[in-house]
């Protein structure tokens, strides 16, 4: 089945970095986009990151400029760099990839979780 494992998350300054990994398993790895979420409290999870099977990144508006994924298929694994991190970028952040079936429904699949804090 399909699974998924982040790690690398923390408690950083403001104005720091972070890397967060995503390892992946049992999907066709090289073929799949993935992407990262996070989500604070009492709010869903939004959108961060888009890193397409070819290696183009797409960023939500927030993080343009500061945060960086990339992957490496030869160790099924992704990662977010976060630079110049801000009290706002905390949260959860979960590593996210999905499958279209025949009928054309997306089924997704997501990590457990890695904790995110920004504070001084």
């Known amino acids: 089945q399909v699974q998924l494992v982040e790690s690398g998350g923390g408690l950083v300054q403001p104005g720091g970095s972070l890397r967060l990994s995503c390892a992946a398993s049992g999907i066709s790895f090289s073929l799949n986009a993935m992407a990262w979420y996070r989500q604070t409290p009492g709010t869903e999870r939004a959108l961060v990151a888009t890193i397409k099977s070819i290696g183009t990144g797409v960023y939500t508006d927030s993080v343009k400029g500061r945060f960086t994924s990339s992957r490496d298929n030869a160790k099924n694994t992704v990662y977010l760099q976060m630079n110049s991190l801000k009290p706002e970028d905390t949260g959860v952040y979960y590593c996210?990839?999905?499958?279209?079936?025949?009928?054309?429904?997306?089924?997704?699949?997501w990590g457990q979780g890695t904790q995110v804090t920004v504070s001084s």
């Open positions: 996210n990839t999905w499958q279209i079936d025949r009928e054309g429904r997306r089924k997704d699949y």
